[in-house]
Structure formats: structure tokens, C-alpha cells
Antibody, heavy 119, light 108 residues
Framework: QITLKESGPTLVKPTQTLTLTCSFS??????????VGWIRQPPGKALEWLAL???????RYSPSLKSRLTITQDTSKNQVVLTMTNMDPVDTATYYC???????????WGQGTLVTVSS | EIVLTQSPGTLSLSPGERATLSCRAS???????LAWYQQKPGQAPRLLIY???SRATGIPDRFSGSGSGTDFTLTISRLEPEDCAVYYC?????????FGQGTKVEIK
């Protein structure tokens, strides 16, 4: 079955760069139509889509965060990595990675990882 | 960017009642590319509906979706206690993919 799990630091300082890893199983990012996205959710607030990487290595970013985000894949390790530069306290959120197939909705989600930005 | 506005903000109903949740888009959502998710406290979102009206695998048939263009609805025909959650709509017709702000369903 499909599973995803996020990992990374729980606390980062303002201006630092955040690196999150999504480790997945049950599918291959080499399969046509497959993609992995990142979505975040500040405490008590709504979901916000951040980035998406496709099986063909095409990438999409939220325009409001594009300058700060990079999404990459390591197909051999079944991992997707998201980096976000210049972190700010407003970036405090639970960060989720999720699977998509053929269309850009998300049918499987990781459990999420809470990242707090504070000095 | 398509802005999704969900209403009401909170819905408080008794078990067995019908819940009707609205999602309105700031512009037409192409090909009814609209999904609904359920999120319980401390959990990740769970896909309920895609393509405006198709139920995801394993979703009970008391959940149904409808609508097109700019107006979409999620209906829970007979509320059960475990349906207590926040429900989000998401459009995937045009990038950036966007979510609504959520509707909280409370069970009396």
C-alpha cells in the first residue's frame, strides 16, 4: 500500500533554510502520471499548496513562495526533498507531503511534521 | 489564482441530520476539477471526493459531491458522530492549486 512520511527539523531559526524529506513506498516516482506534492498548514489555519514534482521531473511551485522553494527527487531512494530558504516565524506550520496520480488532487498523505520557526 | 470560499464556517447538527457544505470559486473551475477532504484533529487530510462528484476509494456513500463552474456542494446525508471534522475543498483545474478555508462540522 502507499505510504508517505515526512522528516526534518522540528525547530529552525529565522533566516535559516529548511530541508524536509518525504520518504515513500508503494509507488514509483518513475511511473507515468505520478507526482508528489508538499502542502502546509499553520496551526489552526487552512491548507496551502507549496510545490509539486512529477514523474518526468517537471516541477510546479506556488507563485507566492516560488523564489524560496526548491523541490527535487531521488528516485533511487524513493524520496522527495523540499527546501525553503529564509524561514520566518509565519512559516511555522505542519508540513505534509502527498501523492497524486493523473490529476492534481492528493489521494495519500503523510502524517505531517510540525516545523516551528523561532529564535 | 482561484480563491475558494467555503460556507458556513461552522455547522452544528445532530446525528442523522443532513449536512450541506458550500464551496464557491472566484472563477470557473475547469472540468469540475474540485476535490473535498476531511480532516480530523491531529490527523492528515483524507480525500473524500474528486472530480466534484466521484467518491474516493473506501468513502461511505453518505458522502456525495455536486456542482460545476463556480458553485460546489458536499453533502453528508446522515451525520454520524465520526463525521465531526473540518472539511476542505480544493481546486486543481488551474495552478496554483488552492484550498478553501474550511468548514467545521460539529455534532450536537
Amino acid at each position: 500500500q502507499i505510504t508517505l512520511k515526512e522528516s526534518g527539523p522540528t525547530l529552525v531559526k529565522p533566516t535559516q533554510t529548511l530541508t524536509l524529506t518525504c520518504s515513500f513506498s508503494g509507488f514509483s516516482l518513475s511511473t507515468s502520471g505520478v507526482g508528489v506534492g508538499w502542502i502546509r498548514q499553520p496551526p489552526g489555519k487552512a491548507l496551502e499548496w507549496l510545490a509539486l514534482i512529477y514523474w518526468d521531473d517537471d516541477k510546479r511551485y506556488s507563485p507566492s513562495l516560488k523564489s524560496r522553494l526548491t523541490i527535487t527527487q531521488d528516485t533511487s531512494k524513493n524520496q522527495v526533498v523540499l527546501t525553503m530558504t529564509n524561514m520566518d516565524p509565519v512559516d511555522t506550520a505542519t508540513y505534509y507531503c502527498a501523492h497524486r496520480l493523473d490529476w492534481n488532487f492528493f489521494d495519500y498523505w503523510g502524517q505531517g511534521t510540525l516545523v516551528t520557526v523561532s529564535s | 489564482e482561484i480563491v475558494l470560499t467555503q460556507s458556513p464556517g461552522t455547522l452544528s447538527l445532530s446525528p442523522g441530520e443532513r449536512a450541506t457544505l458550500s464551496c464557491r470559486a472566484s472563477q470557473s473551475v475547469s472540468s469540475s476539477y474540485l476535490a473535498w477532504y476531511q480532516q480530523k484533529p491531529g490527523q492528515a487530510p483524507r480525500l473524500l471526493i474528486y472530480g466534484a462528484s466521484s467518491r474516493a476509494t473506501g468513502i461511505p456513500d453518505r458522502f456525495s459531491g455536486s456542482g460545476s463552474g463556480t458553485d460546489f456542494t458536499l453533502t453528508i446525508s446522515r451525520l454520524e458522530p465520526e463525521d465531526c471534522a473540518v472539511y476542505y475543498c480544493q481546486q486543481y483545474g488551474s495552478s496554483p492549486w488552492t484550498f478553501g478555508q474550511g468548514t467545521k462540522v460539529e455534532i450536537k
